[in-house]
């Protein structure tokens, strides 16, 4: 039986009850690396106060210095999980990182707190990309869409919780003790892997391994290769970045935003901001994913139209957000935007991992999270950091702010990449069309 034949076999099956525990699963420790890596930016105005830092020192901490690690990492760490067990690699990067946080919580200065939250970015690195391969996996073509936005749940479901738990801890304690206290839960959580691997042996969906035909291990420099060569997973990579760059820039900022210059509280954000992430990021990511499910059959331009879509809708909403003169009428014009902005995720994944090889899923996955987190993740935070410093040095009162005013134009970047995108898989479609019998 050929790889092809096996993988047609496994789409046409049941998804089992041993795929959706293990997607359960996977989603759950999704959780606690948002939930640690997004402590820095919810808790960044007791943190700025006490280390006395400047904003373009917190996006780097938030930008540039997390994703060097975390990209860097993440390739090798995918390279392995190619040959070993992805589940015990994910239990392992979870201890990692959750150690890592404690340290965070035990940093004195700001190279201290810089050196702990690299190592942060070292450990979830072996988190996302064996996962979006274990997912691919044990859900078919036709439903890995839902899957998709199901796993994805975990940054939302883990920005909510942080922001309410860490607010109230800092407002009532102090912001070090919610460093410490997530960080031990994560260890746990990260000792007790054993359990998530027994959900995909027992899967039913799972072709017995008598029946696959031995297959070729793909190196990297041959998977990446392969990945640059091709318009269509380099666009959705940079059309994708370019929305990260939005998406990172204004959670790592927010809650610092909201407070100076909106007058809310850390009371106040552990209510109502979380409240906002939670049910706004979760319904984009889980819309999103249904939407894709349904659209996509019909045509491949899905995977580029539905963000195109909903970016143009939030850009106008977001300006709203940065104009409103007070938090409760701010949060009102962000709550759409925080939904339509992650329509871009789940079809992201969802697309690499259609295009490629099973065998290439978790390095290709590990690819895109690369190109994706390097220009999102690590330059959208690090330069709005910068731009609020260079208004600020200008004598400006509400630097801020006028740094938030200047994310509008990559929005029509994001646009216009998608539409690019969504040009290219037409292309493809056409000639797929157009070469069969």
Known sequence: MTVKANHSAVQAQQVGEGAWFALIMLCFVYVLNFLDRQLLSILSKPIQDELHLTDGQLGLLGGLYFAAFYCTISLPIAWLADRHNRVRIVGIACTLWSAATIACGLAR??????????????????????????????????????????????????????????????????????????????????????????????????????????????????????????????????????????????????????????GM??????????????????????????????WAPKTQRAYALLPAIALTIAAPLFVGFVWAPDWPLALVFLALPTALNYFYLSPAVALVQAKVKPEQRTLAGAILLLIMNMIGLGLGPTYLGAMSDMFSAQGHTNPLQLAFYTLAPFYVLAIVMHLFLSRALGREQGAAKAAAP
């Open 265 to 294: 509280t850390l009371e106040q954000v552990a209510v109502w901001y979380a409240i906002l992430i939670g049910l706004g990021i979760g319904a984009g990511v889980f819309v999103s994913g249904w939407l894709l499910d349904r």
């Open 109 to 262: 200065s700001y190279p201290e707190l810089a050196v702990a939250r690299m190592t942060v970015g070292v450990g979830e690195a072996g988190g996302v990309p064996p996962s979006y391969s274990i997912v691919s996996d044990y859900f078919p073509a036709n439903k890995r869409g839902m899957a998709c936005g199901v796993y994805n749940l975990g940054p939302p479901i883990g920005q909510a919780l942080g922001v309410a738990f860490g607010a109230s801890v800092a407002a009532s304690y102090s912001w070090r003790d919610a460093f410490v206290v997530l960080g031990v839960v994560g260890v746990a959580a990260g000792a007790r892997r054993g359990a998530m691997e027994v959900a995909p042996v027992l899967d039913a969906t799972v072709i017995p391994e008598t029946s696959v035909a031995p297959v070729e291990r793909q190196s990297f420099w041959k998977t990446f290769g392969m990945f640059l060569s091709r318009p269509v997973l380099l666009l959705v990579a940079l059309s994708a970045a370019a929305t990260q760059f939005i998406t990172y820039a204004v959670l790592n900022f927010t809650t610092l935003f909201l407070m100076r210059e909106k």
